[in-house]
């Protein structure tokens, strides 16, 4: 029987000009059924990235996925694959970890990696090195279990992701 707790992840959104890689740890369960990245209504990174690149809101994956090519944002999670029951990151156990070191080669555009939280950051740290030529930040998670953080202190943070690339 296979194990109803194994996840695996999403290929990358990304292209030659993806000059930001948002790599967030492991879609939840939501996203996975809907093999949408961020797919959880409550999840706020889309209504981040519309505010801080001054677009609509989208309102669907084609739209999402426009936005992202239109801003040279890419996706990716740090975990090819994990086993967790549910969906927050504190139950992440036995990840694999996606090639992200090949995907930065083919990526020479990238110059900034950002964290979408904690759980993404400290798994990337323990299997890869950072590189010189690349800005990495840390931000607070879009996720509905950072509720705490206001819409707007989200965006403050989050708009630095610009600056760099």
């Given at each position: 029987?296979?194990d109803?707790h194994f996840?695996?992840?999403?290929?990358?959104i990304?292209?030659?000009d993806?000059?930001?890689l948002?790599l967030?740890?492991?879609p939840?369960?939501?996203?996975?059924?809907?093999?949408e990245?961020?797919?959880h209504?409550?999840?706020?990174l889309w209504?981040?990235l519309?505010?801080i690149?001054?677009?609509?809101?989208p309102?669907?994956?084609?739209?999402k996925?426009?936005l992202?090519?239109?801003?040279?944002?890419?996706?990716?999670?740090?975990?090819?694959?994990?086993t967790?029951?549910g969906?927050?990151?504190?139950?992440?156990?036995?990840?694999?970890p996606?090639q992200?070191d090949?995907?930065?080669?083919?990526?020479p555009a990238?110059k900034?990696v950002?964290?979408?939280g904690?759980?993404s950051e400290?798994m990337?740290?323990?299997?890869?090195?950072?590189?010189e030529e690349?800005t990495y930040i840390?931000?607070p998670s879009t996720?509905p279990?950072?509720?705490k953080?206001?819409l707007p202190d989200?965006c403050?943070?989050?708009?630095?992701?610009?600056?760099?690339r």
């Amino acid at each position: 029987m296979a194990d109803e707790h194994f996840k695996t992840s999403f290929a990358p959104i990304a292209d030659a000009d993806t000059s930001i890689l948002v790599l967030g740890s492991l879609p939840g369960d939501r996203s996975l059924a809907m093999a949408e990245y961020y797919g959880h209504p409550a999840n706020r990174l889309w209504k981040v990235l519309a505010g801080i690149t001054g677009n609509d809101v989208p309102l669907n994956y084609s739209e999402k996925k426009a936005l992202l090519a239109k801003t040279n944002i890419g996706l990716w999670d740090v975990a090819h694959t994990a086993t967790r029951k549910g969906s927050l990151d504190t139950a992440i156990l036995n990840e694999v970890p996606n090639q992200l070191d090949q995907f930065i080669e083919q990526h020479p555009a990238l110059k900034v990696v950002a964290f979408n939280g904690a759980k993404s950051e400290a798994m990337f740290n323990r299997y890869f090195k950072r590189r010189e030529e690349i800005t990495y930040i840390s931000l607070p998670s879009t996720s509905p279990a950072n509720a705490k953080m206001r819409l707007p202190d989200l965006c403050a943070v989050w708009e630095q992701i610009l600056l760099y690339r």
